[in-house]
């Protein structure tokens, strides 16, 4: 990479063959060529900007579109642009209205800063602005945060409803 200074005729060539209408990178390589240097067509266009050159114009080519009659008008209406696209969907904003499962368990309602260490943890409240949240309170099953009714309500694998409902007895059976 060259350093940040560059020589004067190599400034004076950059602006002649920018005036010829030559591309960043066309530059670029008439100037390595010529100098023997290795300027990027980054580092040129970036020499041209503080030189104050404007972007060389492009050639455009033809269009692909066939240009319209006066007066006529394209088949489609254009689209409009979609409002809100990081929104989530209308459904997604309602409050969830799900039917919960309940279990035989009249809970003791403990405010957190008196649950005990074996006490069941399953909350109760806490659905509605500024409702305080109180916890089930039952002696906990050992293994689990929960009482056993509510370990049951909670359980999401068959490991863990099995650990839950105690060991399973196998007996051997012969084979016919």
């Known amino acids: ?26 530059i670029g390589r008439q100037i ?13 266009a970036g020499r041209a900007k503080r030189l104050g ?23 489609a209406p254009p689209r409009p642009a979609l409002p809100n696209l990081n929104l989530p969907p209308k459904s997604a904003m309602k409050p969830a209205r799900a039917k919960l499962r309940c279990v035989g368990v009249q809970p003791r309602l403990i405010p957190l800063v008196e649950l005990a260490r074996g006490d ?9 602005e500024g409702e305080e949240i109180a916890f089930c309170g039952h002696p906990r099953q050992p293994g689990s945060s929960y009482c ?24 051997l059976v012969s084979a016919a």
């Open 53 to 75: 050159l404007a972007a060389p114009t492009r050639m455009r080519g033809p269009s692909i579109v066939p240009s319209l009659p006066s007066g006529a008008r394209p088949i």
């Open 32 to 44: 390595n060529a010529r100098f023997g240097t290795a300027y990027t067509r980054n580092a040129v």
């Open 148 to 171: 056993t009714p509510h370990a049951r309500l909670t359980c999401r694998s068959g490991a863990e409803a099995a650990r839950i409902a105690g060991p399973v007895m196998l007996r």
């Open 120 to 128: 069941c943890r399953y909350p109760y409240g806490g659905d509605r």
């Open 1 to 26: 990479m060259e350093p940040g200074h560059w020589p004067s005729e190599h400034s004076d060539a950059l602006r002649d063959y920018f005036l010829k209408g030559m591309s960043y990178a066309e």
